[in-house]
């Protein structure tokens, strides 16, 4: 089993929409959690960090769920601009971080 | 500040060949890391550091050597390298692997 695990899309949604990214991840002393963002062909950047009480900003809702192991990732009213690739990553501890392979996400007009 | 920064941006080397991959930081970032990028595999953690003469393995450490010297250089290290290190190479710093990661805009190396 892989210990960060996304569905790879790609999720095709209308300009507009709403989508959700799940991501589970294996190792329960996970320690910290993160969503980046990843365009064609560049380097990943953070689009949020992931904390316990659930986190928004703008558009974008993070959560957690210690209990079952998954952070969640809730786009609304998507742009054509955020059509990338979403990667959860999560902390294991001993500055340790573990990527998923990520979610395409491609926003139509 | 220019952030993190890599060179070459692109390489091809042939089977056997070493050579150093570059990465350099302007933050005064203690923690830097190497990651490769294969399709359907994610990023995966080569080698870390988390200061001037301490790094340790990460998850594919075999066929490369790290060294840091000093706080701003990372370079990555190709022993003899073989058509599976084909792959995409970001180097990335943060204060702590805790926090936001800055990655270099990578390295695209084709191994023949």
């Known amino acids: 089993r892989k210990e960060v695990e996304q569905d790879p899309g790609p999720f095709n949604v209308p300009e507009g929409a709403t989508v959700a990214f799940n991501c589970t991840y294996s190792?329960?002393?996970?320690?910290?959690f993160f969503w980046y963002r990843q365009d064609c062909r560049k380097e990943p950047k953070l689009l949020m960090s992931?904390?316990?009480s659930g986190n928004e900003d703008g558009r974008f809702t993070a959560q957690l769920n210690r209990a079952s192991q998954y952070i969640s990732l809730l786009i609304r009213d998507s742009k054509l601009s955020d059509s990338a690739t979403y990667l959860c990553?999560?902390?294991?501890?001993?500055?340790?971080?573990?990527f998923g392979t990520g979610t395409r996400l491609l926003v139509s007009p | 500040n220019a952030g993190v920064t890599q060179t070459p941006k692109f390489q091809v080397l042939k089977t056997g060949q070493s050579m150093t991959l570059q990465c350099a930081q302007d933050?005064?970032?203690?923690?830097m890391s190497w990651y490769r990028q294969d399709p359907g595999m994610g990023l995966r953690l080569i080698h870390y550091?988390?200061?001037?003469?301490?790094?340790d393995q990460g998850e594919v450490p075999n066929g490369y050597n790290v060294s840091r010297s000093t706080t701003e250089d990372f370079p990555l290290r190709l022993l003899s390298a073989a058509p599976s290190q084909t792959s995409v190479y970001f180097c990335?710093?943060?204060?702590?692997?805790?926090?936001?990661?800055?990655f270099g805009p990578g390295t695209r190396l084709t191994v023949t």
């Open positions: 990335a710093s943060s204060r702590l692997a805790q926090y936001e990661q800055y």
């Open positions: 190792n329960s002393a996970s320690q910290s």
């Open positions: 992931v904390y316990s």
């Open positions: 990553v999560v902390n294991e501890g001993f500055q340790k971080l573990v």
């Open positions: 933050m005064n970032h203690e923690y």
């Open positions: 550091s988390v200061g001037a003469g301490i790094t």
